[in-house]
């Protein structure tokens, strides 16, 4: 079992910076941020693995940025050039094993632990 404890939303205007932590109850090799925005299906937004392989959603390519702490407890997620569009709901996620293959983050199902999310809210 592993529980994960999201912090660090909030409202900012667009073009600003947050940065998304990710506590987790115990290390595993496999993390990913996810976001949901009402009506809209659940989004892969970054992944990383235990090899540091990182893949990112098109839409936030160059802008986010996805990392651990050194003590691999922690996940990040920094957000920059905030956009009105990046509003949602940001889930962290977590499994054992597994890594981030392909261009983009894997699907939401194969994740097995969440986080109960954090709000970011971007204003034009």
């Known amino acids: 079992q592993v529980e994960l404890v999201e912090s660090g939303g909030g409202s900012v205007q667009a073009g600003g910076s947050l940065r998304l932590s990710c506590a987790a109850s115990?290390?595993?090799?496999?993390l990913g941020w996810f976001r949901q925005s009402p009506g809209k299906e659940r989004e892969g937004v970054a992944c990383?693995?235990?090899?540091?392989?990182?893949t990112y959603a098109d839409s936030v390519k160059g802008r986010f940025t996805i990392s651990q702490a050194s003590a691999k407890n922690t996940l990040y997620l920094q957000m920059n050039s905030l956009k009105p569009d990046d509003t949602a709901m940001y889930y962290c996620?977590?499994?054992?094993?597994?890594?981030?293959?392909?261009?983009?983050?894997?699907?939401?199902?194969?994740?097995?632990?969440w986080g109960q999310g954090t709000q970011v809210t971007v204003s034009s």
């Open positions: 996620a977590t499994r054992f094993g597994g890594t981030c293959y392909g261009s983009l983050p894997p699907p939401s199902f194969e994740y097995n632990y």
């Open positions: 115990r290390y595993t090799n496999s």
């Open positions: 990383i693995d235990g090899r540091g392989t990182t």
